[in-house]
């Protein structure tokens, strides 16, 4: 009698995922593991799958592909038809539609936020959206955050931090194109921050040339502090030694080329 009446509700094409109940009455009475209890649940999801779909495009237009909505609902979905209890009384709806888009606001708060966030702060911020829906219409005006605080009894700090995280929740790569005067695609996002550092060629000048200053002489690097730190003349240098400007004027010049000869072979070693 169970086999016969299954397979009319197979054959049954008038009923709908908003009155499935007489599906999940039949379903209750076959033997779970039987091929009929597995053709009846297969049935039931198959009916309800639209309202699955119903309930995903609600959620459509919010940064995230469809298609992992729909398949997050249809989880959703199986799991309402697998807990639902007929003999509760209760419509199939009434408890499938929150069970279906609780399954996809916790795909939302796990999987779409650009930055890693613990997840108590996603709950709490979810919370955070409800509490301030109520509280405006309640006190006419957008609640602080003391006013949050009392209303979900958390401390105050947990407010500021849950509502610092919807900072998190997108991002934008630095290779964005921002929009120029005439609305078209510009530069990128890291073309309008920074900058070179004109340092950076000095920083590597000074990293080259620190050792080699250190493999002179003392009296060639007393001449390159006096020239070069002291800005002294080379009248004033000569002055000091004793010596002509034209002594000290050599001197200086084979020091430096020297050290330019020896900074080339350096980063002509490094390079290779």
Not at 93 to 99: E, M, Q, S, W
Not at 133 to 158: F, G, N
Not at 172 to 189: F, K, Q, V, W
Not at 219 to 246: C, H, K, N, P
């Amino acid at each position: 009698m169970i086999q016969t009446t299954t397979s009319r509700l197979l054959d049954e094409p008038t009923v709908t995922y908003d009155r499935p109940e007489s599906l999940f009455v039949h379903w209750s009475l076959t033997a779970p593991g039987s091929a009929e209890h597995a053709a009846l649940r297969a049935k039931i999801i198959a009916t309800c799958l639209p309202l699955a779909e119903n309930i995903a495009r609600r959620f459509a237009n919010r940064g995230e592909v469809f298609e992992d909505l729909l398949q997050t609902a249809r989880v959703g979905l199986v799991i309402a038809v697998d807990r639902y209890d007929v003999s509760h009384g209760a419509p199939f709806l009434g408890f499938a539609v929150p069970t279906v888009m609780g399954e996809v606001r916790r795909h939302f708060r796990d999987r779409t936020w650009a930055l890693h966030v613990p997840r108590r702060d996603k709950e709490l911020y979810a919370q955070i959206r409800g509490a301030t829906e109520k509280l405006t219409r309640q006190l006419d005006r957008s609640p602080t955050a003391y006013e949050l605080a009392a209303e979900l009894d958390v401390e105050i700090t947990d407010i500021t931090r849950a509502m610092s995280v919807a900072e998190a929740h997108n991002t934008r790569s630095i290779d964005t194109p921002l929009a120029d005067a005439e609305g078209g695609a510009g530069m990128s996002i890291a073309d309008s921050i920074g900058d070179e550092d004109p340092s950076f060629a000095l920083a590597e000048d000074v990293i080259t040339v620190a050792p080699l200053l250190a493999q002179l002489s003392e009296e060639d690097r007393q001449l390159l502090v006096w020239r070069f730190y002291d800005s002294l003349t080379q009248s004033d240098i000569a002055a000091r030694l004793g010596s002509s400007q034209m002594s000290v004027s050599r001197k200086l010049t084979r020091i430096l080329g020297r050290l330019r000869a020896q900074t080339l072979d350096e980063r002509e070693h490094q390079a290779a």
